[in-house]
């Protein structure tokens, strides 16, 4: 299967699961490094329906090459800002409903930790429940430039981190290959819900 068949396919399955209804969220695996290649999800497409034929090949500018034809999703700056800052081989975006809802309850404080979950095992490199992960929350913004200047700082800022969150807006995380960033799209939204249903009991906490 080569990487427009496994984007589809996880666009339909993460549609499925909740995370990107509609035409939301965006995901991209490196082609090549040198020169950069990326096949990326075209704009404004229904993610229940994607096909093969709605991932395009961009360059490190964010251009469509090759075969390909049509608009690469907006937030393409993000996904090369991402690609280039961790030498990241795919990245994911999600807008599920607990990213939302914590990116935007959070703000104040930057970000929030997660510890002490299981889960978090699940995290590449992470060893022990008593893991603290960070999740940074970064202000939503239309301007992709400046919202890639802000991902590249927050990356640099945060290393060892395995995605951020921008604010009432969604979650973006990636791995070394496809297959790891979809591990990390079910595992961090497992435990954005798990710490956004704790919070309900718990509010002041
Ligand atoms: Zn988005």
Redesign the pocket.
Known sequence: MNESERLAELGREFHKRGWVLGT???FSAVVSRDPLRLAITASSLDKGQLLPEHILEIDGAGHVVGQTQGKP???TLLHIAIVNSLQAGAVL?T?SVWSTILSDYHMGSGGFFIEGYEMLKGLEGVRTHEHREWIPILENSQNMESLAAETRSALQENPGIHGFL?RR??MYTWGKDLTEAARHVEILEFLLESVGRRQMMEPQH
């Open positions: 939301s969220g965006n999703s907006a937030e975006h807008h921008i807006h969604g």
